[in-house]
């Protein structure tokens, strides 16, 4: 009994360790786990150097230095082994493994030493590798430092105090006394170096007279991949006491290495003279001065040996400089230093690039004479200038409330090609003048020696009555008009001046009531229609004239409308706009008017009446022109017309609206595009965006495109209709496209309102909603199932079974059946259903049909029905049934019950079979 407990013990176990199902590797994926890494492998002892990432090693002791790294979110243990390849073919060998028991999450270890000898040879790498069962990440497991072995050799001179020749001179000048010259050293190879430092002095006039001077030998030990190598000073002197003249100096070091390796740095070559009268001359910077300006060039001249006294020498190479203090002798005291300012004045005609070279040459008079030479520059800088001239400088003669044009040349009499910033105006102040220039504010580039022409237009103030003194309009009355030119990148402006003096003129003021006529909207909107905008304004016409004495005798005058000129308001189109306005003057001439009456005559302006009119100003010119007589001709009077420009404001009017058709049809469930467009009624260029009102049914939808790279329902500056007049086209309709879908099931004839929203883009206000009608077409549709039906049945069975249609369309649908047993052998198929019927949308209905085999139905037969379904007006569709008819194994023996035999005697027994199955 307890040994079957203990088998049942042990099953129980094998069945629990089957119920527990496998964890696959991404479930671990949420826990907590280390993440090893290597991020330091470094060489801290032993010669080693990177040269531009290529890595070179001594060969013999090294110390590796690794550290590695957890980056994972768990504790753990880790394995560091260091490896090493001899080239990339050699297989790895293990230079050592270490464990470490315990690596915090997120922290590193401390630095781990190894010690490693070198072999030489090219391509070798070390391989730090950290190896855990708990690693979270495998592919950062390795980290490798590749390099080659060999004794390389090399030194560097980092600096040295060696100088070179002071200002003034070509040799370096020392004194007699004891000099000493550092160089700094370092070591640039991976092996041990010494080094040391000679200064040569070979005699300029004896070559074979030479002499060195050596510093000590320094022993310059090699840095590694951690700790770069650091320099070494070495120091040599020169007793100078005894030297004279001037010596070749030759400055090297010499380094020295393993295996008879030697290098050579030669550093200076330079010519010294050894000379207690010592100076220093530091020439002034170069510079660039403008044409006609002067500038003064300051050396500084400094004693670095005893005292001397220099003869000053100034020469130029184009005679500029000042020459004032050719042959002056400075005396300079030990240590002592002075300056020499020198004046350069550039002509005003000098061109660019010219370069001026000054020379100053300082003669020692002491017992070791010497010449110190410097030279400074001084080139042509950017001269910004300009010439104006007035092309007549007048007098000229200009009528009150009439335009003259008055002509300025201005010349780049510069170096430099420049725009020029222009400013106008008059000499004094006069009321109701107007000065403007057609050329703006700013010419353009203006080359060197080109000229530009600059018109000033100056319109005297119409003549008042009575006259007013303030408006400098009387006859005779004189202004300067002037013009200024300054260069934009800097420069003194130019100024020219022309004289203009008032004539004597009569003058017949149309006098309109007001000069500006604001339309409102509701004005525009209401005369739009019906006959347009219609204004009259009175004219008062009146003689005016600045004579300063009545006027004997009448004046006639002629009162006329010019050509109206028409400004839009979005600066597009309209250029025909002002062809639609009409103008009329009635009366238009008066006869005899006396100074001090005046002449009642009326303008009428009438607006467009087709459509409307399009937004902008309108300016209508009225002018009066008075009609002198002999005498007043012959006094010198000038007859002077006056015109007054009426100025219309017409409001920018946004209106817009949808252009579709008022019913469009729709397939049903389908997306149909339908092409419907905007049209700009407004009277102005226009923005808009379109938005479809959210009261469509459920599984309804529908969007909007416009083709806008700005936007799918926005419309960008469409233009109104009338922009395009005379010529009307449709460039005031954007095209849109629509897109409708419908619910799949939505009813045959359905009509659903869509409302579009016209809004103005940068107001959001509403212009117009517009309703369109969308019609749901008739779809004609449905789906048969079974499509294949088996039916098991034995030849004494006669089931029925039923085939299902489905009008999926949208619309009742008449259906025929009927069926086709041209493959039903021995079976009989009926429809027990009627042949034709009406089915409605989304309804589903059964045709039934009756299976009966005949008796002696084969099961080694296929009986198969095709049925039908015609939708009138729409495809057909067919469904198979087929009979399975169950095997019949039926087989009867027969024989007789009994047979006689005789012993020993062969007997035939007849036995008779009966298949009475079906098979």
Same mark, same amino acid.
Do not use: C
């Given at each position: 009994?307890?040994?079957?407990?203990?088998?049942?013990?042990?099953?129980?176990?094998?069945?629990?360790?089957?119920?527990?199902?496998?964890?696959?590797?991404?479930?671990?994926?949420?826990?907590?786990?280390?993440?090893?890494?290597?991020?330091?492998?470094?060489?801290?002892?032993?010669?080693?150097?990177?040269?531009?990432?290529?890595?070179?090693?001594?060969?013999?002791?090294?110390?590796?230095?690794?550290?590695?790294?957890?980056?994972?979110?768990?504790?753990?243990?880790?394995?560091?082994?260091?490896?090493?390849?001899?080239?990339?073919?050699?297989?790895?060998?293990?230079?050592?493994?270490?464990?470490?028991?315990?690596?915090?999450?997120?922290?590193?270890?401390?630095?781990?030493?190894?010690?490693?000898?070198?072999?030489?040879?090219?391509?070798?790498?070390?391989?730090?590798?950290?190896?855990?069962?708990?690693?979270?990440?495998?592919?950062?497991?390795?980290?490798?430092?590749?390099?080659?072995?060999?004794?390389?050799?090399?030194?560097?001179?980092?600096?040295?105090?060696?100088?070179?020749?002071?200002?003034?001179?070509?040799?370096?000048?020392?004194?007699?006394?004891?000099?000493?010259?550092?160089?700094?050293?370092?070591?640039?190879?991976?092996?041990?170096?010494?080094?040391?430092?000679?200064?040569?002095?070979?005699?300029?006039?004896?070559?074979?007279?030479?002499?060195?001077?050596?510093?000590?030998?320094?022993?310059?030990?090699?840095?590694?991949?951690?700790?770069?190598?650091?320099?070494?000073?070495?120091?040599?002197?020169?007793?100078?006491?005894?030297?004279?003249?001037?010596?070749?100096?030759?400055?090297?070091?010499?380094?020295?290495?393993?295996?008879?390796?030697?290098?050579?740095?030669?550093?200076?070559?330079?010519?010294?003279?050894?000379?207690?009268?010592?100076?220093?001359?530091?020439?002034?910077?170069?510079?660039?001065?403008?044409?006609?300006?002067?500038?003064?060039?300051?050396?500084?001249?400094?004693?670095?040996?005893?005292?001397?006294?220099?003869?000053?020498?100034?020469?130029?190479?184009?005679?500029?400089?000042?020459?004032?203090?050719?042959?002056?002798?400075?005396?300079?005291?030990?240590?002592?230093?002075?300056?020499?300012?020198?004046?350069?004045?550039?002509?005003?005609?000098?061109?660019?690039?010219?370069?001026?070279?000054?020379?100053?040459?300082?003669?020692?008079?002491?017992?070791?004479?010497?010449?110190?030479?410097?030279?400074?520059?001084?080139?042509?800088?950017?001269?910004?200038?300009?010439? *104006?001239? #007035?092309?007549?400088?007048?007098?000229?003669? =200009? $009528? %009150? !409330?009439?335009? @003259? +044009?008055?002509?300025?040349?201005?010349?780049?009499?510069?170096?430099?090609?420049?725009?020029?910033?222009?400013?106008?105006?008059?000499?004094?102040?006069?009321?109701?003048?107007?000065?403007?220039?057609?050329?703006?504010?700013?010419?353009?580039?203006?080359? *060197?020696? #080109?000229?530009?022409?600059?018109?000033?237009? =100056? $319109? %005297? !103030?119409?003549? @008042? +009555?009575?006259?007013?003194?303030?408006?400098?309009?009387?006859?005779?009355?004189?202004?300067?008009?002037?013009?200024?030119?300054?260069?934009?990148?800097?420069?003194?402006?130019?100024?020219?001046?022309?004289?203009?003096?008032?004539?004597?003129?009569?003058? *017949?003021?149309?006098?309109?009531?007001?000069?500006?006529? =604001?339309?409102?909207?509701?004005?525009?909107?209401?005369?739009?229609?019906?006959?347009?905008?219609?204004?009259?304004?009175?004219?008062?016409?009146?003689?005016?004239?600045?004579?300063?004495?009545?006027?004997?005798?009448?004046?006639?005058?002629?009162?006329?409308?010019?050509?109206?000129?028409?400004?839009?308001?979005?600066?597009?189109?309209?250029?025909?706009?002002?062809?639609?306005?009409?103008?009329?003057?009635?009366?238009?001439?008066?006869?005899?008017?006396?100074?001090?009456?005046?002449?009642?005559?009326?303008?009428?302006?009438?607006?467009?009446?087709?459509?409307?009119?399009?937004?902008?100003?309108?300016?209508?010119?009225?002018?009066?022109?008075?009609?002198?007589?002999?005498?007043?001709?012959?006094?010198?009077?000038?007859?002077?017309?006056?015109?007054?420009?009426?100025?219309?404001?017409?409001?920018?009017?946004?209106?817009?609206?949808?252009?579709?058709?008022?019913?469009?049809?729709?397939?049903?469930?389908?997306?149909?595009?339908?092409?419907?467009?905007?049209?700009?009624?407004?009277?102005?260029?226009?923005?808009?965006?379109?938005?479809?009102?959210?009261?469509?049914?459920?599984?309804?939808?529908?969007?909007?495109?416009?083709?806008?790279?700005?936007?799918?329902?926005?419309?960008?500056?469409?233009?109104?209709?009338?922009?395009?007049?005379?010529?009307?086209?449709?460039?005031?309709?954007?095209?849109?496209?629509?897109?409708?879908?419908?619910?799949?099931?939505?009813?045959?004839?359905?009509?659903?309102?869509?409302?579009?929203?016209?809004?103005?883009?940068?107001?959001?206000?509403?212009?117009?909603?517009?309703?369109?009608?969308?019609?749901?077409?008739?779809?004609?549709?449905?789906?048969?199932?079974?499509?294949?039906?088996?039916?098991?049945?034995?030849?004494?069975?006669?089931?029925?079974?039923?085939?299902?249609?489905?009008?999926?369309?949208?619309?009742?649908?008449?259906?025929?059946?009927?069926?086709?047993?041209?493959?039903?052998?021995?079976?009989?198929?009926?429809?027990?259903?009627?042949?034709?019927?009406?089915?409605?949308?989304?309804?589903?209905?059964?045709?039934?049909?009756?299976?009966?085999?005949?008796?002696?139905?084969?099961?080694?037969?296929?009986?198969?029905?095709?049925?039908?379904?015609?939708?009138?007006?729409?495809?057909?569709?067919?469904?198979?049934?087929?009979?399975?008819?169950?095997?019949?194994?039926?087989?009867?023996?027969?024989?007789?019950?009994?047979?006689?035999?005789?012993?020993?005697?062969?007997?035939?027994?007849?036995?008779?079979?009966?298949?009475?199955?079906?098979?």
């Amino acid at each position: 009994m307890s040994n079957r407990k203990i088998a049942f013990s042990i099953l129980a176990v094998f069945l629990l360790q089957v119920a527990v199902p496998m964890i696959p590797v991404d479930a671990t994926s949420g826990r907590a786990t280390p993440d090893f890494t290597v991020t330091v492998l470094t060489l801290s002892a032993g010669g080693s150097i990177d040269v531009g990432g290529e890595y070179t090693l001594s060969p013999g002791e090294h110390t590796v230095r690794i550290v590695v790294s957890n980056q994972g979110t768990a504790d753990g243990p880790v394995t560091l082994n260091l490896i090493h390849k001899a080239s990339p073919a050699s297989p790895e060998t293990q230079v050592t493994s270490i464990e470490i028991s315990n690596i915090q999450a997120g922290s590193s270890s401390n630095p781990i030493p190894i010690q490693w000898t070198a072999l030489s040879g090219d391509d070798q790498t070390l391989i730090a590798r950290v190896v855990s069962l708990t690693d979270s990440e495998s592919s950062n497991d390795d980290r490798e430092l590749g390099f080659d072995v060999s004794a390389f050799n090399s030194g560097n001179v980092l600096a040295d105090t060696v100088p070179g020749p002071s200002g003034g001179f070509t040799d370096v000048r020392l004194d007699h006394s004891t000099h000493t010259f550092d160089a700094t050293v370092r070591n640039t190879g991976v092996m041990d170096i010494s080094a040391v430092f000679e200064i040569n002095f070979t005699d300029v006039g004896d070559p074979t007279n030479a002499m060195s001077y050596w510093s000590n030998t320094l022993i310059l030990e090699p840095g590694n991949l951690l700790n770069p190598s650091i320099g070494g000073i070495l120091s040599t002197s020169v007793d100078a006491s005894s030297l004279l003249g001037s010596w070749t100096m030759v400055t090297r070091v010499v380094f020295n290495g393993t295996d008879s390796w030697s290098s050579t740095v030669v550093r200076n070559v330079e010519t010294v003279t050894f000379s207690d009268f010592i100076i220093d001359v530091s020439a002034p910077g170069d510079r660039a001065i403008e044409p006609g300006a002067t500038t003064s060039l300051t050396w500084i001249v400094s004693n670095l040996g005893s005292a001397d006294d220099l003869t000053i020498e100034l020469g130029s190479t184009n005679g500029w400089h000042d020459d004032s203090q050719e042959g002056n002798v400075l005396t300079l005291l030990a240590s002592e230093s002075t300056t020499i300012s020198v004046p350069v004045t550039v002509p005003s005609n000098a061109v660019k690039p010219t370069l001026e070279n000054i020379y100053l040459n300082l003669s020692s008079a002491s017992i070791d004479p010497y010449i110190a030479r410097s030279v400074a520059h001084v080139m042509v800088g950017d001269q910004y200038q300009a010439t *104006v001239n #007035a092309v007549d400088p007048g007098p000229i003669t =200009v $009528t %009150p !409330a009439q335009t @003259s +044009s008055l002509e300025f040349e201005i010349t780049n009499s510069g170096n430099v090609p420049t725009a020029f910033n222009i400013d106008y105006g008059l000499s004094a102040s006069a009321k109701n003048w107007v000065v403007s220039t057609s050329s703006g504010t700013t010419t353009d580039m203006v080359q *060197v020696g #080109a000229t530009v022409s600059v018109f000033v237009q =100056v $319109t %005297p !103030a119409p003549i @008042s +009555s009575p006259l007013d003194a303030g408006e400098r309009n009387s006859a005779g009355d004189s202004l300067f008009t002037w013009l200024s030119a300054t260069p934009t990148s800097g420069g003194i402006p130019a100024l020219d001046s022309a004289q203009i003096v008032v004539r004597a003129v009569i003058a *017949v003021d149309p006098g309109p009531e007001t000069d500006l006529v =604001v339309l409102s909207e509701q004005e525009v909107e209401d005369a739009n229609g019906s006959g347009g905008i219609d204004k009259i304004l009175s004219l008062s016409v009146e003689v005016r004239h600045n004579l300063g004495s009545a006027v004997t005798g009448g004046v006639d005058a002629d009162i006329t409308v010019g050509t109206p000129v028409f400004n839009s308001s979005s600066s597009e189109g309209g250029l025909s706009e002002a062809a639609r306005w009409t103008q009329d003057i009635t009366p238009d001439s008066v006869s005899g008017l006396e100074v001090g009456d005046i002449f009642q005559s009326w303008l009428a302006i009438d607006g467009p009446s087709d459509e409307l009119p399009m937004a902008g100003e309108l300016v209508v010119p009225v002018t009066a022109t008075p009609v002198l007589t002999a005498l007043q001709q012959a006094n010198g009077v000038l007859a002077s017309s006056v015109t007054r420009n009426i100025t219309v404001v017409i409001p920018s009017i946004i209106d817009g609206e949808i252009i579709s058709e008022s019913t469009l049809e729709a397939d049903v469930g389908n997306e149909k595009d339908f092409p419907i467009g905007l049209a700009n009624t407004g009277n102005d260029f226009s923005s808009y965006r379109l938005v479809i009102v959210d009261d469509l049914p459920e599984l309804w939808s529908a969007t909007l495109d416009t083709s806008s790279a700005a936007g799918s329902t926005l419309v960008e500056n469409l233009a109104p209709a009338m922009a395009d007049h005379p010529n009307p086209g449709q460039d005031h309709v954007a095209d849109v496209v629509l897109s409708v879908t419908t619910d799949p099931q939505a009813p045959a004839d359905t009509l659903q309102p869509l409302t579009i929203r016209v809004e103005n883009r940068d107001t959001g206000e509403l212009l117009s909603l517009n309703t369109i009608l969308i019609r749901v077409e008739e779809s004609i549709s449905f789906e048969l199932e079974p499509t294949t039906h088996i039916i098991d049945l034995s030849p004494y069975e006669n089931p029925s079974t039923r085939v299902y249609i489905n009008n999926t369309g949208n619309v009742a649908t008449t259906f025929k059946i009927w069926l086709d047993d041209a493959a039903a052998n021995s079976v009989d198929f009926s429809l027990e259903s009627p042949e034709e019927t009406v089915i409605a949308p989304g309804v589903v209905e059964a045709m039934k049909i009756r299976l009966t085999p005949d008796s002696d139905a084969s099961a080694d037969d296929v009986h198969k029905l095709t049925l039908w379904v015609e939708a009138v007006g729409g495809l057909n569709l067919s469904a198979e049934i087929i009979a399975n008819i169950t095997a019949d194994h039926h087989l009867e023996i027969i024989s007789l019950n009994s047979i006689s035999v005789t012993p020993g005697v062969e007997e035939t027994i007849d036995v008779n079979f009966a298949n009475n199955g079906n098979l």
